[in-house]
């Protein structure tokens, strides 16, 4: 078992202890690595894939009992992963891996909810564009770079804490029940390219 595979099922073992049931699951860990397509490490990239997709899938793995212990018809258990609107478009980085990795958890993302609708759960993704974070800090602290990505968006803006916020609380609530295997772009229009 790798490490990524541990601390999955470390998460989940402390979940289990805590609770057991879980109304919603929310797969947020992430990782990306840059560098020209000749140059791009072996290792970068089984660093991204593992931690965006196969994290996302093992831990997802790992909670469904106790998301299938709180599904009912009329209000399902919700699993939401966080991909990117990179998954969806072109970026404009030599980020290989990362935008790979995200179109994987995008089909990811509506292979489990075809599976798991049965069950009661809904699986749903949310595909954000820019939003400022440690893992974009690259682009928004260099402001050549941070012009460049925001001429491609219709918005011309980064996305803000309640643009993404409002979306998961959406699919979390009773308002996003009847919704499963759909992927969100919230992204300022950029997937509309």
Known sequence: MNR????????A????????????????AGATWGAPLEEHPVAGWDKVMDTNVRGTFLLTRELLPLLAERAAPDDPARV??????????????????????KA??????????RYLADRHITVNAIAPGLFPSKMTAFMTENPDVMAMVLDRIPLRRAGTPDDVGGTAVWLASHAGAYLTGAVIPVSGGLATL
Do not use: F
Request: glycine content about 8%; proline content about 2%.
């Open 13 to 28: 073992a402390e979940v289990r202890e805590r609770t057991s049931a879980l109304d919603i699951l929310v797969n947020n």
């Open 80 to 101: 939401i992963n966080i991909g990117s609107v990179d998954g969806l478009v072109s970026p404009v980085m030599e980020s290989y891996a990362y935008s790979a990795s």
């Open 4 to 11: 990524g595979a541990e601390g999955c099922g470390s998460l």
């Open 104 to 113: 994987a958890v995008h089909m990811l993302t509506r292979h489990l909810a």
